[in-house]
C-alpha cells in the first residue's frame, strides 16, 4: 500500500485546483453550511497568516465509481425560481489526475465564495454576494466584508473604480496564476486620483495606512499555507469510509458559556450565599417578562454573557475584571475575551437584579418597535445590548452629570440607531468590537444633554449624530424595495417584518384568538396565498407574481405577510382574499383597530375586497405603509 503524503498549498493553488475540477466533492458530503461570517472569518485568519486547518483528499483513478462533483452552493433558477445546484467548475470535467475531498469541503466552498467568485445568482439565497478587503476599517476584524449582489449592484461595487473610491477592493482572483499582477495593480490604484470620487485622494498618511493594510492582505493570502493530507488510491471504499467516519467524529463542543459558567463557579463555590450558575440563573431570567424568547442556556446563551459585557463597558465605576491566563484584562467590547474576563462579583449583580435587567430587555423591544419581539426575529439582537448597558448605567451608575433620561433621550435616539443600523447592515461583520465603539459614543452624546435644553434643538443634534456616525436615514422609496421584496436576506429580512411581529395582538379573522408574543400562535402567513399565486401567474395579477416581470419577489415580502392564527391561515391559504373576505363576512370596520395595526388601511382592505384581481394595488399600499413607519422609526 502506498504511503500517505503529507504537503501544502496556498489560497491561489486551491482556488485553481477546484475551479479545474481537480478536487471534486464526494456526494455523500453534506451541503454547505457555513454562515457567511464564518467565510469572514476564515478570510481574517488567512490575511493575517494564521492556521487555517487541513484538507484530506483521496487520489482518484480513472475508472473510478465514487460519485463526484465540484463544489457547489444552492441557487434558484431565474426565471423558475426552481433549486438548482451552482457549481465551481465543470460536473462534466475529469483531469488527467483528480481527487475527492474527504475533508474540508466546508473550507474549500468558502475559499472559492471568497476568492473565486462562487455566488449564488438568486437574492433568496445568503451566498448571494461577494467579498472585499476594506482598507477603510480601523479594526482588524472589520477588513472583510461580505456585501449582497443586490447591494453590489445598487452601489455599483461591480465597477472597480467605484469599489476602490469606496476603499473596497475585490478579493475574488481573476486568474490564480496572475493574482500578483491584480494585486499589483491595487496598490498602484489605491494612489490614482482617477480611482476617488472628484479626483481627491485621501490624505498621505491615511493612504500610507490603507497601502499597508492591501500589502498585509496580499502576503497573507499568497504565503498562508493550508496542509494537505493525501490518501492514494490503493486504499478501498471500505477504509475511506473508516477514515470519513473518524474525520467527522465531533465531540461535545465546549462553548464560551460554558467556560464562563466554570470560572465563575470555581470562583463563587465557596461563597456564603452559594455559587453563581450561570446557566442555571439565565434560564431563570428567560422567565422574566421582557426577556421571555431572549434568555435561554441552550439557544445562544452567549448572547446574555454579551449583555453582562455590554454592561461592565458602560459603567464609570467597573468591578475589577478576572484575569485572562496570567494577565489583568480590560473589558472594551463584548468579544470572547471579554466574556471570560467579567468577574464574579459583576455577575452576581446582574442575575440579583434580574427583574431590572429583563425591564431593561423589555424596555428595549417598546422602545424599537412598539411591541416585544423575540431575538430570533430581531436584526442583530446583540444590538439591544447597547440600550441595555445604558440603562443599566442609567440606573446603578450614573452621577449627577447625567441629565439625560431613558424616556425622554435615550428612547427616541435608540429607536433611529436600532433601524439605520439594521437597514444600513452594519453590523454584518465586526459588530462584537463595534458594540464597545458605540456604547461608549452613544453614552458620550447624551452626556451632553442639559435640562433645559430646546427638545426641537436636541433632536435636530441627534440626527446629524446618526447621520455621521451610524448611517443615514433611508428615503421611502429604498424602504418600499426591501418591504415588498421577498428575496431579501439577514439583517434586512428580520427588519422588514419586525412591526409586523411586535405589533401582533389579536387573530384579525376571528377577532378573539391571542396572537401575540408568548402565545404560541404568533406566525406570519400569506395575505394572497402561495398556492393561489402559483395558479394566477399571468394577466395583470402575473406581472407582480412573476418574479421575473416584476425583479422582486412580492409574494414573500413583508407587504405579503400578516399576523395569523394557524386555523385561520388553513382557512384562507389557497383562496384568493376576496372569496375569503366574502365568505367570512368579514368587513373593515368591525375589526378597523386590527386592520389597521397590521398595516391594512381602509384602502387596502378595499383592495383584498375587490373582486377585480390586482394583488399588485394592495402590495404598493401596503407596501407603502409599512415603509412610511419605517422612515418615522429611522429619525429621532
Known amino acids: 500500500m502506498s504511503n500517505l503524503q503529507v504537503s501544502e498549498i496556498n489560497v491561489p493553488g486551491v482556488i485553481k485546483k477546484l475551479k479545474s475540477s481537480e478536487w471534486l466533492s464526494p456526494l455523500f458530503q453534506r451541503d454547505f453550511v457555513w454562515s457567511n461570517a464564518s467565510v469572514v472569518s476564515l478570510v481574517n485568519s488567512i490575511i493575517d497568516a494564521r492556521p487555517v486547518g487541513m484538507i484530506t483528499l483521496w487520489e482518484q483513478e480513472g475508472t473510478s465509481a465514487l460519485p463526484l462533483e465540484p463544489i457547489s452552493i444552492a441557487d434558484a433558477q431565474a426565471v423558475s425560481g426552481k433549486s438548482v445546484e451552482k457549481y465551481f467548475g465543470d460536473p462534466q470535467a475529469r483531469p488527467g489526475r483528480y481527487y475527492a475531498i474527504l475533508d474540508g469541503r466546508q473550507r474549500s466552498t468558502a ?40 447591494d453590489v449592484t445598487r452601489r455599483q461595487l461591480n465597477i472597480l473604480k467605484i469599489a476602490v473610491s469606496n476603499g473596497l477592493f475585490p478579493l475574488e482572483v481573476e486568474d490564480p496564476d496572475a493574482i500578483f499582477d491584480q494585486w499589483m495593480s491595487y496598490l498602484q490604484h ?8 472628484n479626483g481627491v485622494l485621501p490624505e498621505e498618511v491615511e493612504l500610507q495606512r490603507r497601502n499597508r493594510i492591501l500589502q498585509s492582505a496580499f502576503n497573507g493570502i499568497i504565503k498562508t499555507k493550508i496542509a494537505l493530507y493525501t490518501v492514494p488510491p490503493t486504499y478501498d471504499l471500505a477504509e475511506i469510509c473508516d477514515i470519513f467516519e473518524t474525520l467527522n467524529t465531533t465531540g461535545t463542543k465546549v462553548s464560551t458559556v460554558d467556560l464562563i459558567h466554570s470560572n465563575i463557579y470555581s470562583d463563587t463555590v465557596n461563597d456564603s450565599v452559594g455559587p453563581i450558575l450561570i446557566r442555571d440563573s439565565i434560564d431563570e431570567l428567560g422567565e422574566l417578562d421582557g426577556a421571555i424568547g431572549w434568555a435561554s442556556s441552550k439557544e445562544r446563551p452567549e448572547l446574555i454573557a454579551q ?31 471579554d466574556l471570560l474576563a467579567l468577574p464574579a462579583k459583576h455577575w452576581r449583580k446582574v442575575f440579583d437584579e434580574s427583574s ?47 441629565e439625560w433620561n431613558p424616556t425622554t433621550h435615550l428612547d427616541p435616539i435608540f429607536r433611529a440607531f436600532f433601524w439605520r443600523n439594521a437597514l444600513a447592515t452594519r453590523y454584518d461583520q465586526g459588530f462584537l468590537t463595534q458594540i464597545g465603539t458605540d456604547i461608549r459614543s452613544l453614552k458620550t452624546f447624551l452626556s451632553g444633554v442639559r435640562i433645559g435644553d430646546n427638545y426641537d434643538a436636541w433632536k435636530a443634534s441627534a440626527n446629524a449624530w446618526l447621520d455621521e456616525n451610524v448611517a443615514k436615514s433611508l ?30 395582538g389579536l387573530d384579525a379573522i376571528d377577532g378573539a384568538t391571542p396572537i401575540q408574543h408568548g402565545s404560541g400562535q404568533l406566525q406570519l402567513h400569506h395575505i394572497y396565498p402561495k398556492d393561489w399565486c402559483a395558479n394566477n401567474n399571468f394577466g395583470k395579477a402575473g406581472d407582480f407574481i412573476d418574479m421575473g416581470t416584476a425583479k422582486r419577489d412580492y409574494v414573500g415580502s413583508a407587504a405579503n405577510l400578516m399576523p395569523m392564527a394557524r386555523a385561520s391561515n388553513l382557512s384562507w391559504r389557497k383562496k384568493h382574499p376576496a372569496q375569503f373576505i366574502k365568505e367570512e363576512s368579514l368587513s373593515f370596520d368591525s375589526r378597523a383597530n386590527i386592520w389597521n395595526a397590521y398595516f391594512i388601511n381602509r384602502d387596502c382592505f378595499e383592495a383584498l375586497e375587490s373582486p377585480d384581481v390586482d394583488p399588485g394595488k394592495f402590495w404598493e399600499l401596503r407596501g407603502q405603509a409599512i415603509a412610511t413607519e419605517i422612515a418615522h422609526r429611522m429619525m429621532v
Not at 473565486?116 to 438568486?122: C, H, I, K, P, Y
Open 111 to 150: 475559499l472559492a465564495l471568497a476568492f473565486g467568485g462562487l455566488r449564488a445568482s438568486s437574492g433568496k439565497f445568503r451566498n448571494s454576494g461577494r467579498y472585499f478587503l476594506d482598507v477603510t476599517a480601523t479594526e482588524n476584524t472589520e477588513r472583510v466584508k461580505f456585501i449582497s449582489e443586490k
Open 190 to 197: 489605491i494612489r490614482n486620483p482617477d480611482y476617488y470620487s
Open 307 to 337: 449583555f453582562a459585557a455590554a454592561m461592565h463597558v458602560a459603567l464609570d465605576s467597573k468591578p475589577e475584571t478576572r484575569p485572562i491566563g496570567t494577565k489583568e484584562y480590560r473589558i472594551s467590547s463584548i468579544k470572547s475575551q
Open 356 to 402: 431590572k435587567f429583563a425591564g431593561f430587555m423589555g424596555a428595549f423591544q417598546l422602545a424599537v418597535a412598539g411591541g416585544h419581539f423575540t431575538m430570533a426575529q430581531c436584526p442583530y439582537p446583540a444590538v439591544a445590548s447597547i440600550y441595555v448597558a445604558l440603562r443599566w448605567f442609567y440606573e446603578f451608575d450614573r452621577g449627577t452629570d447625567v
Open 475 to 504: 428615503d421611502r422609496e429604498s424602504l418600499f424595495e426591501i418591504v415588498t421584496d421577498g428575496s431579501e436576506a439577514g439583517a434586512l429580512k428580520r427588519a422588514s417584518v419586525l412591526l409586523l411581529y411586535s405589533r401582533a
